[in-house]
T-cell receptor, first 115, second 115 residues
Framework: AQSVTQLDSQVPVFEEAPVELRCNYSSSVSVYLFWYVQYPNQGLQLLLKYLSGSTLVKGINGFEAEFNKSQTSFHLRKPSVHISDTAEYFCAVSDRDSGYSTLTFGKGTMLLVSP | EAGVAQSPRYKIIEKRQSVAFWCNPISGHATLYWYQQILGQGPKLLIQFQNNGVVDDSQLPKDRFSAERLKGVDSTLKIQPAKLEDSAVYLC?????????????FGSGTRLTVV
């Protein structure tokens, strides 16, 4: 079974500051990793995903994440945040080798950007 | 392309009543998922369909929840009778195939309040 831990339930930050949202996963098999963003009253939108290859993955809206297999982490970063980045961010994992695999989500981190 | 359509957007019912949610996935997407997102938690998979067959319903409370995707296109999720703890956002998602590396597309969800 897989699990995802997002260590921070809320991260307050000032506009134009850098931010890192932490994600650790637990799995006995090889995995795919994802970050989704959820704006108020909306569904989840894919930010980026790690499937294979380079461990540094770039996504939409200037976000990037780095896969660290030894630390089983997939932290999300942005060098300079905007007010519009205020949203809930979910890290998710799926089994790479299963024919019909599903996403297991963390509990989410609320990013609060203030002026 | 049109996104994943869900209706209704909001629903308030009394406990022990029944309720149904509808989802129309992106055209051509064979796989359809229903997730339950309780406030403060990440989405939890309830059921996964591949065309009109069930792939995974291990976390669906079958004594009160049911779901169908009769023609392999749109889907209905029903709760009967509802309990207070069923208050949540019910998210529908679809994907081209059963593996998440293709990416999920989520609908905006149905927010259910049981009073």
């Amino acid at each position: 079974a897989q699990s995802v831990t997002q260590l921070d339930s809320q991260v307050p930050v000032f506009e134009e500051a850098p931010v890192e949202l932490r994600c650790n996963y637990s799995s006995s098999v090889s995995v795919y990793l994802f970050w989704y963003v959820q704006y108020p009253n909306q569904g989840l939108q894919l930010l980026l995903k790690y499937l294979s290859g380079s461990t540094l993955v770039k996504g939409i809206n200037g976000f990037e994440a780095e896969f660290n297999k030894s630390q089983t982490s997939f932290h999300l970063r942005k060098p300079s945040v905007h007010i519009s980045d205020t949203a809930e961010y979910f890290c998710a994992v799926s089994d790479r080798d299963s024919g019909y695999s599903t996403l297991t989500f963390g509990k989410g981190t609320m990013l609060l950007v203030s002026p | 392309e049109a996104g994943v359509a869900q209706s209704p957007r909001y629903k308030i019912i009394e406990k022990r009543q029944s309720v149904a949610f509808w989802c129309n996935p992106i055209s051509g997407h064979a796989t359809l998922y229903w997730y339950q997102q309780i406030l403060g938690q990440g989405p939890k998979l309830l059921i996964q369909f591949q065309n009109n067959g069930v792939v995974d319903d291990s976390q669906l409370p079958k004594d009160r929840f049911s779901a169908e995707r009769l023609k392999g296109v749109d889907s209905t999720l029903k709760i009967q009778p509802a309990k207070l703890e069923d208050s949540a956002v019910y998210l529908c998602a679809s994907s081209l195939s059963g593996t998440p590396n293709y990416g999920y597309t989520f609908g905006s969800g149905t927010r259910l309040t049981v009073v």
